[in-house]
């Protein structure tokens, strides 16, 4: 489903995103990798650059081709660098790459978001949720973090919240919904990539552990991939808005425990 499609991979040079790129040059796609870091193997075209301020965003859109059928929003900070350097990389970044390069997308095409299971309590946080995805561009992120109290090891969790809320919200948007372009996150539990020990800095051992033992083992790249990539291809085209957990069951486990059933 994915013969003759160009899709670009941010995020392509470890993990998750190195696992995307594989398997989608397997499938027949011509991958453009995105990444601060150069891959260890190029799997197709590769444009370094980062996500971190609305000037490299600038330099990085200008890099990449006029059209694409798929975006794929791998890239991602753990959380130990700080709150305001991971929302704005793990959020504010994301979302004005997708902004960007919204144009470029073919008409049916696809914008998927790496998200996780740690944004689980954006339900429970609606409005602060809110507050932060309504501010545009890159906002006062410090200002916003200091007016709701956020603690500073609390930026990663945050910034996946965001990112749902905004899946929802972006896919009834006109830049994207205009010209059909369909916008999904993918939400992976704990996987064994390079940063899984810096969320055991960032969660704790002892919750890292337990969502673990909820489902058994941790995840691998390889079972996140597979599930990104079909929300890239045609078979998802009634596929909108949509958050997939990727995890094990380990929701499933947690809204029974949370919901009491």
Same mark, same amino acid.
């Given at each position: ?14 993990g998750i995103g190195a696992r995307v790129g594989e398997l989608a040059a397997a499938l027949g ?24 301020s609305a000037a490299s965003i600038a330099d990085l859109a200008g890099a990449l081709p006029s ?35 919204? #144009? %470029?997308?073919? !008409?049916?095409? $696809?914008? /998927?978001?790496? &998200? ?7 339900? @429970?946080? =609606? ?30 969790p945050l910034s996946k919240e965001l990112l749902l809320l905004w899946t929802m919200q972006a ?34 051992? #002892? %919750?890292?552990? !337990?969502?673990? $033992?909820? /489902?058994?083992? &941790? ?7 597979? @599930?990104? =990539? ?32």
């Amino acid at each position: 489903m994915l013969l003759g499609k160009t899709i670009v991979v941010t995020g392509i040079s470890s993990g998750i995103g190195a696992r995307v790129g594989e398997l989608a040059a397997a499938l027949g796609a011509d991958v453009i990798g995105v990444d601060v870091n150069l891959p260890a193997a190029l799997l197709g075209a590769f444009v370094k650059g980062d996500i971190s301020s609305a000037a490299s965003i600038a330099d990085l859109a200008g890099a990449l081709p006029s059209r694409f059928d798929a975006l794929c929003n791998v890239a991602g900070v753990s959380g130990v660098s700080g709150a305001v350097d991971t929302l704005a990389i793990n959020f504010y970044g994301l979302r004005a790459l997708s902004e960007a390069l919204a #144009p %470029r997308l073919r !008409e049916g095409g $696809a914008v /998927v978001n790496v &998200a996780s299971i740690a944004g689980y309590g954006w339900r @429970a946080n =609606l409005d602060r949720a809110k507050a932060f995805v309504d501010a545009p561009g890159f906002p006062d992120i410090a200002a916003l973090l200091e007016r709701f109290a956020v603690p500073d090891g609390e930026g990663y969790p945050l910034s996946k919240e965001l990112l749902l809320l905004w899946t929802m919200q972006a896919a009834h948007q006109p830049l994207f919904r205009a010209r059909g372009v369909r916008v999904n996150a993918v939400s992976p539990g704990p996987v064994t990539t390079p940063i899984l020990e810096e969320f055991r800095q960032v969660f704790g051992n #002892p %919750r890292v552990d !337990e969502d673990i $033992a909820r /489902v058994g083992r &941790a995840g691998a790249p390889a079972d996140v991939a597979p @599930a990104a =990539l079909f929300l890239c291809s045609d078979g998802a085209r009634w596929i909108n808005g949509a958050n997939l957990p990727v995890d094990g069951g380990l929701e499933a486990s947690i809204n029974a425990s949370v919901l009491g059933f």
